[in-house]
T-cell receptor, first 110, second 112 residues
Framework: RKEVEQDPGPFNVPEGATVAFNCTYS??????FFWYRQDCRKEPKLLMS???SGNEDGRFTAQLNRASQYISLLIRDSKLSDSATYLC???????????FGTGTRLQVFP | DGGITQSPKYLFRKEGQNVTLSCEQN?????MYWYRQDPGQGLRLIYY???????QKGDIAEGYSVSREKKESFPLTVTSAQKNPTAFYLC???????????FGSGTRLTVV
């Protein structure tokens, strides 16, 4: 089983829609969780960290479910500029490295 | 402005040549990382360094070498032993894993 699994998509949604992505992880010792955004042919950029209590940043809401070992990202009122690949990223307690999912592609259309 | 700089942006290599990709950061981060990304695939870790003069192999270190002589710099050499070097190479740095990574803008390497 992969350490991090994401649905590759693409998720094609109209402007203004709400869309949610899930990401599952296999190592219950994972400590820190993040969502990164990667535009085509660009570097990944940190979108938001994911906290145990859940957290919100404008139109974006991140949730962590440790019991079921998944994190989620909800995007409300989608904009054309939200079109990108969203990477699920996490750390493990006993490693020095971040583990990256392969990403979920979002395409927002007019 | 603090940041992490990779150069060059595009690099073309002839078969059998070694090439070195530059990565410099002025964020005062201790840890630095090199990743490779192929189309349709996720990031794969090549090498990482937690401290000056020390580095560890990642998941796909064969055919690559690194050095960490200064805190700010972590160059990656792609050697002729790397059989399929055409890829997008990303350098990252971090003050600690709980803060995530900051990435450079990447180097796109093509073998011609």
């Amino acid at each position: 089983r992969k350490e991090v699994e994401q649905d590759p998509g693409p998720f094609n949604v109209p402007e203004g829609a709400t869309v949610a992505f899930n990401c599952t992880y296999s190592n219950s010792a994972s400590q820190s969780f993040f969502w990164y955004r990667q535009d085509c042919r660009k570097e990944p950029k940190l979108l938001m960290s994911v906290y145990s209590s859940g957290n919100e940043d404008g139109r974006f809401t991140a949730q962590l479910n440790r019991a079921s070992q998944y994190i989620s990202l909800l995007i409300r009122d989608s904009k054309l500029s939200d079109s990108a690949t969203y990477l699920c990223v996490l750390t493990s307690y006993n490693t020095d490295k971040l583990i990256f999912g392969t990403g979920t592609r979002l395409q927002v259309f007019p | 402005d603090g940041g992490i700089t990779q150069s060059p942006k595009y690099l073309f290599r002839k078969e059998g040549q070694n090439v070195t990709l530059s990565c410099e950061q002025n964020l005062n981060h201790d840890a630095m990382y090199w990743y490779r990304q192929d189309p349709g695939q996720g990031l794969r870790l090549i090498y990482y360094s937690q401290i000056v003069n020390d580095f560890q192999k990642g998941d796909i270190a064969e055919g690559y070498s690194v050095s960490r002589e200064k805190k700010e710099s972590f160059p990656l050499t792609v050697t002729s032993a790397q059989k399929n070097p055409t890829a997008f190479y990303l350098c990252a740095s971090s003050p600690g894993q709980v803060y995530g990574y900051t990435f450079g803008s990447g180097t796109r390497l093509t073998v011609v």
